[in-house]
């Protein structure tokens, strides 16, 4: 056409950079226990508002209220507070350790903790995940040993893996926690052929996989969703939306789309967006997700709202690419306070035994970590052979490679 | 003894797997219902209901990532990419997981899964029908790479892969679904009924991963080769009278380089030969090898003949294909070198 003016790409950029005022205004919080909780067999068609509002249970006050309120007792809100407790300081213990240069590389939860925590308590033994990198509170709330945690990121004699993998790319089949890959989006799919076998083999255990806001925009996580809703896999498919994929904001994964959520609509998935750094949300919507799942309902969409306060791992600087004061200004707070407060409220908790219990816990992961170091560093101390880095490539290790092993002297 | 044809055996291989193993599934595009659009899966659905043998979406990177989630579980899929030129979309699945997940989670979990796609030319698919990718898989460290040349190989190689506790990927030269096609366009091909290797084993058997076959005992130059390029190796010998020992490698990954040190050590020449492109094809990784371990028994240099450094064309097929014309004289170079 003659007369129209010429193109031009829309490149989306954040409200806020360094410098900047933060502000939130534009994220639309709805009021605790503000959201409907259907039945889980509920026509999908009828759930699609549960995509654009987000559940929460904790409201200001430090109360739980609402319809999705109401399924965990006092003790085990306690162990839920204590397991991010946990998470935040073994957190802060390797943060520094990286900094000591006992490991290479490390990744944090901060402002998390609830998503995985609290998730890993919504599943049963036998049932598996397919996390990323930033869902360590699966083997913390499931009593993985934190010294094998330890001895996997030191990388030393006692690493379960040998030292074949980046630090936190942790793995327990024990534990319901596949290996994780350090690709990203991948294991989204894998999580759905998993669910599938449990159902081709008339099992009762179900998977759940996760991905984070920035990779939705692979691949895999579309072919994730055509082959989770084509075949009703029992699988909870969950986004860690945190709001920062390193330093690209979330607009440039998400697109004109509303929400992650969202994208569950298209292929007739429940999506529902829950409060991330509400424990109490995020327990019971992992329920609703995973008794449907179990039920054989088919596959249910997560969307966890959240904030990544941290960087996105030990080599970026946060303040480079985002105000500083971004976290602080973030308006669902932080999941361990809100817990405290809450447990505060019920008369269950007070400020001197949370005092008490971080010291408590802090001994807890300083004496893991001195275990853990009698097993070596990454730069000292015992470490895995270099036959290990020949073995395990195959069942059986093939004439090639014993060729080489011989060649490097092992 | 049954007389089949490529396709038939490889469907008898599925057949007798799934038969003995509750735990083999078999999908892919097309797979289910219709039985393949090559019918290597024709009748499975049929026998062993929709749980065992299904229709995939169109999604190879769906098809392996979900395979990879089910043998992590303790299947063992045997999954069908439609044409090897179809499996780009799954090769991140393939190299960064399927390959690597007994190495990185040391043992917890494993991938005994089986890729088997059609490879190769010769029936006018243009460049998207026709290419053979192998050498992009025998770069990858945890992969085993298979590419069968008759029915009594194609068999017994398929149910070796299938019971294999690792992830294999299976290339079935289309060019020889039907006969032992001789890279003579013009001419009819022999059908697998009238070839020997035609005569396939009813029930369970297998042939071993890792093992090549000589096709062709001969003492004047080996030639090193597998698939379609068997045959035509064996129809340039033939037409130029040279005694050609052709050794057919059956598996790339692991490869048994003793069978290719012995015969290059006995014929002091060797010629390596297949469709896909030169340059840092897997013929580089034979020529590195045989030069290395028969270098003082070498009495010219090693040959490659292969398609050329280009898209695989559609109209220009034939001058494409390395063809036994130009096997030929790269064999008859090397015997006057």
Known sequence: ?410 | MPRMTMIEAIRDALDVSMGRDDNVVVFGEDVGYFGGVFRCTAGLQQKYGRTRCFDAPISELGIVGTAIGMAAYGLKPCVEVQFADYVYPAYDQIVSEAARLRYRSNGQFTCPMVVRMPTGGGIFGGQTHSQSPEALFTHVSGLKVVEPSNPVDAKGLLIAAIEDPDPVIFLEPKRLYNGPFDGHHDRPVTPWSKHALGEVEAGHYTVPLGKASVRREGSALTVLTYGTMVYVAEAAAEETGIDAEIIDLRTLLPLDLDAITTSVKKTGRCVVVHEATLTSGFGAELAALVQQHCFYNLEAPIARVTGWDTPYPHAQEWDYFPGPARIGEAMREAMEA
């Open chain 1, 1 to 410: 056409m003659a007369d129209a003016p010429p193109l031009s790409l829309y490149v989306p950029e954040p409200a806020v950079r360094p410098g900047d005022t933060p502000d939130f205004s534009n994220v639309v919080i709805p009021k605790a226990g503000s959201v409907d909780r259907p039945p889980v067999d509920a026509d999908p068609e009828s759930l699609r508002d549960l995509a654009f509002s987000i559940i929460r249970v904790l409201n200001r006050k430090g109360e739980a209220v609402g319809p999705w309120a109401g399924l965990l007792t006092p003790d085990e809100l306690l162990e839920g507070l204590k397991h991010m407790m946990t998470l935040r300081a073994f957190d802060a213990r390797m943060q520094t350790a990286q900094r000591q240069g006992k490991t290479s590389f490390y990744m944090q939860h901060m402002g998390e903790e609830a998503v995985s925590c609290a998730f890993r308590k919504a599943l049963e033994p036998g049932d598996m995940n397919f996390p990323t990198y930033r869902q360590a509170g699966l083997l913390i709330a499931g009593d993985y040993p934190m010294v094998d945690m330890m001895n996997q990121i030191y990388s030393n004699e006692a690493d379960p893996l040998k030292g074949r993998q980046l630090p936190i790319m942790y793995s327990s089949k024990e534990h319901g926690f596949f290996s994780i890959s350090g690709n990203l989006g991948t294991q989204f799919v894998q999580a759905v052929g998993w669910a599938m076998a449990s159902a081709i083999k008339n099992d009762t255990r179900i998977a759940a996989g996760w991905i984070g806001d920035g990779s939705t925009a692979e691949s895999d996580f579309h072919a994730a969703l055509v082959f989770a809703s084509t075949y009703r896999a029992p699988v909870v498919l969950n986004i860690v939306n945190n709001q920062w994929a390193i330093s690209t904001f979330q607009g440039i994964a998400r697109g004109g789309s509303g929400t992650f959520a969202a994208r569950g609509l298209g292929f007739g998935i429940p999506s529902l967006r829950v409060d991330g750094n509400d424990y109490l949300a995020v327990h019971a919507v992992a329920k609703w997700a995973v008794e449907r799942a179990r039920r054989n309902l088919g596959p249910t969409l997560v969307e966890y709202v959240t904030y990544r306060v941290g960087a996105h791992s030990t080599s970026d600087d946060p303040s480079a690419y985002r105000a500083k004061a971004e976290s602080d200004a973030w308006p669902l707070g932080d999941p361990v306070l809100r817990l405290k407060n809450h447990l505060i409220t019920l008369g269950a908790w007070s400020d001197e035994r949370h005092t008490q219990a971080e010291a408590e816990i802090l001994d807890t992961v300083i004496a893991a970590q001195k275990e853990a170091e009698k097993h070596g560093t990454l730069h000292s101390g015992g470490k895995p052979s270099t036959r290990d880095m020949f073995e395990g490539v195959y069942e059986e290790m093939p004439p090639h490679l014993r060729r080489q092993r011989q060649q490097a002297g092992v």
